[in-house]
């Protein structure tokens, strides 16, 4: 499935992609300091709705649960961190040099969020068949909506379209992926519904959802948490979903012949953060999250043979210079 698009000179490519649309957005940013008015001009907008929709049919043309094969590097929250995920880039790789598979909020709390979308969904236009985005909770309309951006969206854009536009394409995204057929992936983490049903059943959700109802499967992959203190299901403290104890991971696992769920959608310190017994592993991929904590980003790299390991981003403080350090831990799980 996953297959490595050919190119003499990709460097290059990626970089003019990667141009191009920050000098659509930033063109935005000027233009609405310039002129402050609500007067109909170009400030990119339109150009951004063209790139939602040429996106929204890659997406909508993709199986909801993604199906691919290792290596790939799995990377979770981003959360408007552009200049982070600049560096991610530079450390891993750019694309289409290595897979990438994002699980999911990309936009909201962080500055950036048009920026760090247009750019994803610039390569994903490029190189669609290695580079994968899963849909997290905040590519929803109730979220964002609320934490940052729908505002960025009106003070930089006149066009009052842009952002439902983004929402339709948000609604199509896939919301699961299966590595190698033994590592389960996706934003939030297991649903009830998983006991009862294998995985096939991942497959068979229609799409679009614009917002996911409450209780559903499709708002358990989004937002569900793991708790080590939590026996089979319990309600979740965030108001939606539920929690889940290890007992879940090992039940979902043992089912459906799988080695590891992989899930983001929760700050750890480290930034990748192990459960269930080795069983499940979190990945946080925005470093110095939000301003206001000290925790290190974690991209994880499933390698051909399905050994994992993590490369690590420490947050750029002034008295720590160290930027990266080499894989931490090594997993090896077996292909039987
Ligand atoms: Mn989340």
Excluded at 53 to 75: D, H, Q, R, S, W
Excluded at 178 to 207: A, T
Aim: overall charge neutral.
């Amino acid at each position: 499935m996953m297959i490595i698009t050919k190119s003499s000179d990709l460097k290059v490519e990626q970089r003019e992609a990667s141009r191009r649309t920050i000098s659509c957005v930033a063109s935005s940013r000027h233009k609405h300091d310039r002129q402050n008015s609500q007067s109909v001009h170009d400030d990119g907008a339109e150009e951004l709705i063209n790139l939602n929709l040429l996106v929204g049919i890659k997406l909508k043309n993709e199986p909801m649960m993604l199906e691919l094969t290792a290596p790939v590097y799995v990377t979770g929250d981003i959360h408007g961190q552009f200049s982070d995920l600049i560096r991610l880039f530079s450390i891993v790789g750019w694309p289409p040099k290595v897979n990438y598979l994002f699980l999911g909020d990309y936009i909201d709390r962080g500055n950036w969020s048009i920026e760090t979308i247009s750019l994803l969904f610039a390569i994903k236009l490029k190189y669609p068949l290695n580079f994968l985005l899963l849909r997290g909770n905040h590519e929803t309309p109730t979220v964002n909506r609320i934490y940052g951006f729908y505002e960025d969206i009106v003070r930089r854009f006149s066009n009052p379209r842009l952002f439902m536009v983004y929402q339709d394409v948000f609604s199509m995204m896939p919301l699961t992926a299966l590595v190698s057929e033994r590592i389960l992936c996706m934003h939030g983490g297991l649903s009830p519904i998983l006991l009862n049903n294998d995985i096939s059943i991942l497959k068979q959700i229609i799409r679009p959802i614009v917002d996911p109802p409450n209780p559903s499967l499709a708002i358990d992959l989004l937002w569900s948490d793991p708790d080590a203190h939590v026996q089979g299901f319990k309600t979740n403290i965030r108001g939606v979903s539920c929690t889940f104890g290890p007992d879940c991971v090992a039940t979902v696992c043992e089912k459906n012949k799988l080695d590891l769920i992989v899930r983001a959608h929760q700050v750890v310190q480290d930034g990748y953060e192990f459960f269930a017994n080795q069983k499940l592993v979190t990945i946080f991929s925005a470093p110095h999250y939000c301003g206001q904590f000290d925790n290190a980003a974690a991209i994880l790299g499933i390698s051909k043979e399905l050994v994992c390991s993590f490369q690590i981003l420490r947050p750029q403080f002034p008295e720590r210079a160290k930027t990266t350090s080499e894989p931490t831990q090594l997993t090896v799980y077996k292909k039987l």
